[in-house]
């Protein structure tokens, strides 16, 4: 009987995980809808047998109730959850939560980008694989591949044909996931009227002329 000390506990069971804690510690966010499930006026929320349940997700309110009791929002390495654990916070109205999570939600997430060169045959191509879809999207975007096509088969002695035509090739793209361009020398043909692919890559704005002569 009497009122409760704030001394005493409470457990919650949320989604089926069993949390205990004291009394003292939820009474510290007293604006928080979690003040008011101890209160009794949430009237969602009924003790059950010594227990208040939650029907919310009970992994993310471990970080929740971490919060509760250390006024700091320290999440493990690997933790990627952020929109989730956000919407948890807004739920049990835990405002200060809330904003500690906004400067995770604007960071952009990093996406992978692995580049593999493929010899295939007399041909050679990059193929550069994305985590991130709008990456490649963006990366086909920035990389223009031209093929040379001498329209006169003597050299000159210059490094470059007296006449040549470029012609641009649009990378292909697998799925959404990859971007495939060939480089280098097809070297089906001899030197004098090979085919030669040079690759256009504006990165950061930094236009970069890169030529690929690949020795066979």
């Known amino acids: 009987g009497g009122r409760m000390s704030s001394q005493e506990l409470v457990t919650l069971n949320v989604g089926g995980k069993i949390f205990t804690t004291r009394f003292s510690t939820i009474k510290?966010?007293?604006?928080?809808?979690?003040?008011?499930?101890?209160?009794?006026?949430?009237?969602?929320?009924?003790?059950?047998?010594?227990?208040?349940?939650?029907?919310?997700?009970?992994?993310?309110?471990?970080?929740?109730?971490?919060?509760?009791?250390?006024?700091?929002?320290?999440?493990?390495?690997?933790f990627s959850d952020y929109l989730r654990l956000q919407r948890e916070a807004l739920f049990?109205?835990?405002?200060?939560?809330?904003?500690?999570?906004?400067?995770?939600?604007?960071?952009?997430?990093?996406?992978?980008?692995?580049?593999?060169?493929?010899?295939?045959?007399?041909q050679a191509f990059f193929r550069v694989f994305g985590s991130c879809s709008k990456t490649i999207e963006m990366l086909t975007g920035r990389i223009t591949v031209f093929t040379e096509q001498p329209s006169a088969p003597t050299w000159n002695g210059n490094f470059f044909p007296p006449q040549m035509t470029l012609l641009p090739l649009p990378p292909q793209r697998p799925s959404y996931h990859d971007l495939v361009f060939q480089c280098g020398s097809d070297s089906t043909t001899d030197n004098q009227t090979?085919?030669?692919?040079?690759?256009?890559?504006?990165?950061?704005?930094?236009?970069?002329?890169?030529?690929?002569?690949?020795?066979t």
Do not use: W
Not at 53 to 61: A, E, I, K, N, Q
């Open 194 to 215: 090979g085919v030669r692919y040079f690759v256009l890559c504006s990165i950061s704005l930094v236009y970069q002329f890169v030529m690929f002569s690949l020795k």
């Open 28 to 78: 510290q966010f007293p604006a928080s809808r979690l003040a008011r499930m101890l209160d009794g006026r949430d009237q969602e929320f009924k003790m059950v047998g010594g227990q208040i349940f939650v029907d919310r997700d009970g992994d993310l309110f471990s970080f929740i109730l971490d919060f509760l009791r250390t006024h700091q929002l320290l999440l493990p390495t690997e």
């Open 92 to 122: 049990y109205e835990l405002r200060s939560l809330v904003d500690l999570l906004n400067p995770y939600l604007l960071q952009p997430r990093p996406a992978l980008v692995e580049v593999h060169f493929l010899s295939r045959n007399t």
